[in-house]
C-alpha cells in the first residue's frame, strides 16, 4: 500500500512558477514509476509529466515541455512536479500517481496506475 500526499498548489499569477511535491508513505517508493495528471473543472483528467523509477527517465505533455519539469528524491520519498512561466489554462487540480514498475510504462494511461494522491489546486490568474 502507497499513499500520496500533494503539496504546494496556490494561487499565482501569469507567469510565475509553483513547485508541487508528492510525499509517498512506504519504503518501496523506489520500485515506483511516478507520473503527474490535472484536471480541469469540466474536463477529463490529463497526462502532465512522469518519471521512470529510478529518475533516469521523463516524459512530458507535448503541449508542457519546456515550462514543466519532473524530478524524484528517492531518499525522501517525493516527487516533485515545477512549474514555469505558468499560464490560466494550467489552472487545475493536479494529482499524483505511482505505478508498480513491472514492464513496459505506458505512463500517459490513466489505468496504468496504482495509487493516486488526493490533490492540490492550482489556480493561475491572468
Known amino acids: 500500500q502507497v499513499q500520496l500526499v500533494e503539496s504546494g498548489g496556490g494561487l499565482v499569477q501569469a507567469g510565475g512558477s509553483l513547485r508541487l511535491s508528492c510525499a509517498a508513505s512506504?519504503?518501496?517508493?523506489?520500485?515506483?514509476?511516478m507520473g503527474w495528471f490535472r484536471q480541469a473543472p469540466g474536463k477529463e483528467r490529463e497526462f502532465v509529466a512522469a518519471?521512470?523509477?529510478?529518475?533516469?527517465?521523463?516524459y512530458y505533455a507535448d503541449s508542457l515541455k519546456g515550462r514543466f519539469t519532473i524530478s524524484r528524491d528517492n531518499a525522501k520519498n517525493t516527487v516533485y512536479l515545477q512549474m514555469n512561466s505558468l499560464k490560466p489554462e494550467d489552472t487545475a487540480v493536479y494529482y499524483c500517481?505511482?505505478?508498480?514498475?513491472?514492464?513496459?510504462?505506458?505512463?500517459?494511461?490513466?489505468?496504468?496506475?496504482?495509487?493516486w494522491g488526493q490533490g492540490t489546486q492550482v489556480t493561475v490568474s491572468s
Open positions: 500517481a505511482a505505478d508498480f514498475n513491472s514492464g513496459t510504462y505506458y505512463y500517459k494511461f490513466l489505468n496504468e496506475y496504482d495509487y
Open positions: 512506504g519504503r518501496t517508493f523506489s520500485s515506483y514509476n
Open positions: 518519471i521512470s523509477w529510478s529518475g533516469g527517465t521523463t
